[in-house]
């Protein structure tokens, strides 16, 4: 067993949150939010990948530097097996606390080494995803969620 601490970059605060790990295409990635006080504050998506080679986490990076207005939280970050490639799920808050979260989702683009712009998904603001989505026999994914407004599990 390993363990090594990935900062969060400079300009973020040192608290971070919600920290989600997927391995793709032989690459371990980990996301998280990182803030500076108060985590629907200011909250921002922070990621890394492994290094192999010097075997240690790459320095901590903001996944959306355009966001550093807005307040983001509980990032899920997973591979899919069937299309070869890496995604994220996030929420950015719509007004200042957690029932007002909005999902977004964004796909890594490895040529250029970044996240593509996030695109809103359509449900209820207050729905905050939870954990990596899991596929069943028909190719459906099941993204697993819970209603910050109705403290009830909900599946995306």
Known sequence: MKSDFIY????VGDFCHSASLTEHAGVVYSAWY?????????GQICYSKYNDKENKWEKGKLAFNHLKN????????????Q??????FFVILQRHYWDSAQVFHSEYNL?????????KISIDPGV????R???NNNGVYFIPAYDEK???????
């Not at 969060?8 to 300009?11: G, I, Q, V, Y």
């Not at 040529?111 to 695109?119: F, G, S, T």
Request: proline share 7%; hydrophobic share 25%; glycine share 4%.
């Open 133 to 135: 989505p899991q596929l």
């Open 70 to 81: 807005s307040s983001c939280g509980n990032p899920v970050i997973f591979s899919d097996k």
């Open 128 to 131: 905050m995803v939870r954990h």
């Open 34 to 42: 990182g803030y500076q006080e108060k985590e629907y504050e200011n």
């Open 8 to 11: 969060n970059p400079s300009e």
């Open 83 to 88: 299309t070869n490639s890496l995604h994220m």
């Open 150 to 156: 109705k403290i009830s599990n909900y599946y995306l």
């Open 111 to 119: 040529d250029k080494a970044e996240w593509n712009l996030p695109e």
